[in-house]
């Protein structure tokens, strides 16, 4: 069983760049995929990105292609998430999940509890 545990949220000015940690506050990340979610006010939860560590393999929502990029650190079993030329349409929650299996957001089992990222305009 691991718990995902994020940092690293704050107010940023659009154009502007954030980096999203996510560490295990119990366990490793090793057999799991990593996502990233998002909730904005009003909006339901999607999906990000995600990393599987054992190797490495990453995927993007559309939205986020080529601005985010998600990486992992083994010595420090953290997984980050680089965000980039920030919008105030990114301005939401940001979760960290893990799944062992599947591919759906309801595989992912274990939520952290988030982290607030604003972008003004």
């Known amino acids: 069983q691991v718990q995902p545990v994020e940092s690293g949220g704050g107010l940023v000015q659009a154009g502007g760049s954030l980096r999203l940690s996510c560490t295990a506050s119990r366990g490793t990340f090793t057999w799991y995929t990593v996502g990233w979610f998002r909730q904005a006010p009003g909006k339901e939860r999607e999906f990000v990105s995600s990393?599987?560590?054992?190797?490495?393999?990453?995927y993007y929502a559309d939205a986020v292609k080529g601005r985010f990029t998600i990486s992992r650190d083994n010595a420090k079993n953290t997984v980050y998430l680089q965000m980039n030329s920030l919008k105030p349409e990114d301005t939401a929650v940001y979760y960290c999940a893990t799944r062992a299996r599947g591919s759906r957001e309801v595989d992912y089992d274990y939520w952290g509890q988030g982290t607030q990222v604003t972008v003004s305009s």
């Open positions: 990393i599987r560590w054992i190797d490495g393999d990453t």
